[in-house]
């Protein structure tokens, strides 16, 4: 069944339930009723949705770094800053 469908389907239900509440003057009822429904249907999805989270963690100290890696960019440094210390030391 679709999404859709369903939802057509429980709204109808609603529909219904919402007239006859209001038929027979009981509209708080229904109202703490569904108070109480929606809560513990929040609670039960916070459960799943944290313990679905601890699942999917990752290293978080592991960090992707597009492009040539780190022991590349150093030796370029390293490249460099010899040049300038061995022009530097020439010159005294």
């Not at 999404?3 to 229904?30: H, P, Q």
């Not at 313990?51 to 022991?71: D, M, R, T, V, W």
């Not at 960019?73 to 061995?86: C, F, G, L, R, W």
Request: contains cysteine; charged residues 35%; hydrophobic residues 30%.
């Amino acid at each position: 069944m679709s999404y859709k469908a369903k939802y057509n389907k429980g709204f109808g239900y609603a529909k219904k339930v919402i007239n006859l509440a209001l038929e027979i003057d009981c509209e708080d009822e229904l109202n703490e009723f569904l108070q109480h429904w929606v809560r513990d249907k929040e609670k039960k999805n916070k459960k799943v949705f944290n313990k679905e989270n601890l699942l999917n963690i990752n290293n978080s100290y592991k960090i992707h770094i597009k492009g040539a890696p780190k022991k590349h960019m150093k030796s370029a440094v390293e490249d460099i800053t010899s040049k300038y210390i061995n022009k530097k030391g020439k010159g005294r």
